[in-house]
């Protein structure tokens, strides 16, 4: 459907609201709950199945359709791109699949690596850190398989209390002041230099999956392993990503 097109349904759609067009609107933009789903299955892994974020999101954009604002010249995509993901997070939230032992773990974890990181002068192997919690390297594995979700779940209730945009939002939003710029630049800056110091199969991931925007699939297929280890490797870079930062972690919200 061309961009014409799309604007008269989405104009007819606002007068008359009839069921048809809206089925239409939704057939139109499903693919871009595929790839909001695509997007976020990085986190989940092999923990929740691909076809029912498809049906979470589905809900999301739904919902995206029905309180859209076509007058406030926000671009639809971008707005109901929020709406789907939180959708998703929604539903995986009240899965509660998650023991409370595992955020003591994740901390645990994020400390260790850190520790072994100074000791060693250099980023720590799955090995060294399963020896030095006093577990098996599977079990590792298995543990930043399921945090990865914590991660985002975190990330996603930063974004929601600080930074959200909503269709009722005037675009584009009043200048940063000149402080705010500099000390984002600032911020920049060193989540740069943090990543310069990861292994460079983790630094690949986060290139790949934050500044190319593909999906775990995609990254998998590229690097040539398991998209459960591509999920697993995302968690340790994100870990070691935090504790180097220290007090400016908070960038990790605002850029990932």
Known sequence: ????????????YEKTNQPSLKEKLIIEYAPLVKYVAGRLNIYLGQNVEYEDLISYGIFGLIDAIDKFDLSKGVKFETYASLRI???????????????????????????????????????????????????????????????????????EEYVEQNNEPRADTDFPRSAEQPETYIEKQELKRILKEAIEKLPEREQKILFFYYFEELTLKEISA????????????????????????????SILFELF
Not at 90 to 118: F, G
Not at 225 to 245: D, N, Y
């Open 1 to 12: 459907m061309t961009e014409k097109n799309l604007q008269e349904l989405w104009e007819q």
């Open 85 to 155: 993901r939180g959708a998703i997070l929604d539903s995986i939230r009240k899965l509660d699949w998650v023991p409370r032992s595992l955020r003591q773990k994740y901390k645990q974890i994020e400390k260790i690596c850190m520790e072994l990181e100074t000791e060693l002068g250099r980023s720590a192997t799955d090995e060294e850190l399963a020896e030095k919690i006093g577990i098996s390297k599977e079990e590792v594995q298995e543990t930043l398989k399921k945090i990865n979700l914590l991660s985002l779940i975190s990330l």
């Open 222 to 249: 590229i690097m040539g392993v398991s998209e459960s280890r591509i999920s697993q490797l995302h968690t340790k870079a994100i870990t070691r990503l935090k504790g180097k930062l220290g007090r400016y972690r």
